[in-house]
């Protein structure tokens, strides 16, 4: 009789350690995924980041333009490297402690840029964080193209490195940054289209919907929807 009575106990304690180990378990993980992210629920278009890396005339210019395009509240700053005359390294992050300098946990996004002959390069961007979904191909880019100062320059026979001593968004910019945006928000409302998602490179999950992305599709979609399957009679 008294085992009967102890046997009910013991289980219920384990049940209670394990679902208490769970619940710590599960606190970490939470406050490992939000240590390392901003707003995970907001979207960037990773299709008009590289477009303003195109266009930029220079880092002030590239940052601006990153902060018209990013829909969430905090404002990405921007380093830029040059790591020799061929190759250059851009970083978007949020600077958290606003110390200027870029800390893994804060980079949301990186583009290489590299010289590959005379006036040809190549590009390619990767997410970090919540936008890690995000890995480009290597998009080509030539000299006859409509490029920006920034990434023009790259391609003249005398060009000679400018960030080599690498340049990143000063704190006390972060304000003004924040402050045209809101003008250029205010100014068209609705212009932001926050369901647009990028093309031009892999998805492997999707932001704070909770539905996957699903990666690349493998099957082919059929066009041609005009036949009716056909009944097969026993």
């Known amino acids: 009789m008294q085992t009967k009575t102890i046997l009910p106990v013991v289980v219920l304690t384990a049940f209670a350690v394990a679902a208490s180990g769970c619940g710590k378990?599960?606190?970490?993980?939470?406050n490992e995924r939000w240590a390392t992210t901003e707003n995970t629920t907001v979207e960037l278009d990773f299709d008009k980041i590289n477009e303003a890396y195109k266009a930029a005339e220079?880092?002030?210019?590239?940052?601006?333009?990153?902060?018209?395009?990013?829909?969430?509240?905090?404002?990405?700053?921007?380093?830029?490297?040059?790591?020799?005359?061929?190759?250059?390294?851009?970083?978007?992050?949020?600077?958290?402690?606003?110390?200027?300098?870029?800390?893994?946990?804060?980079?949301?996004?990186?583009?290489?840029?590299?010289?590959?002959?005379?006036?040809?390069?190549?590009?390619?961007?990767s997410g970090y964080g919540a936008f890690g979904y995000y890995h480009s191909p290597l998009m080509g880019i030539a000299s006859g193209?409509?490029?920006?100062?920034?990434?023009?320059?790259?391609?003249r026979p005398n060009y000679v490195p400018v960030y080599t001593q690498p340049y990143t968004t000063p704190p006390s910019r972060a304000s003004a940054l924040q402050s045209h945006r809101d003008t250029v928000r205010s100014?068209?409302?609705?212009?932001?289209?926050?369901?647009?998602?990028?093309?031009?490179?892999?998805?492997?999950?999707?932001?704070?919907?909770?539905?996957?992305?699903?990666?690349?599709?493998f099957g082919v979609h059929r066009k041609d929807r005009s036949r009716r399957p056909e009944r097969l009679i026993a």
């Open 58 to 125: 220079g880092p002030e210019d590239f940052e601006r333009r990153v902060n018209e395009i990013y829909q969430g509240s905090e404002v990405i700053s921007v380093a830029v490297q040059d790591l020799d005359a061929k190759s250059q390294v851009v970083t978007g992050f949020f600077d958290k402690n606003t110390d200027g300098a870029v800390q893994d946990p804060e980079k949301v996004f990186t583009i290489r840029r590299d010289v590959t002959g005379e006036g040809a390069a190549q590009m390619q961007t």
């Open 145 to 155: 193209m409509l490029l920006g100062s920034m990434l023009s320059s790259a391609f």
């Open 187 to 217: 100014s068209s409302p609705s212009g932001a289209d926050r369901s647009k998602a990028s093309q031009t490179g892999r998805r492997y999950n999707s932001i704070g919907g909770g539905r996957s992305g699903g990666g690349s599709r």
């Open 25 to 30: 378990g599960g606190t970490e993980r939470s």
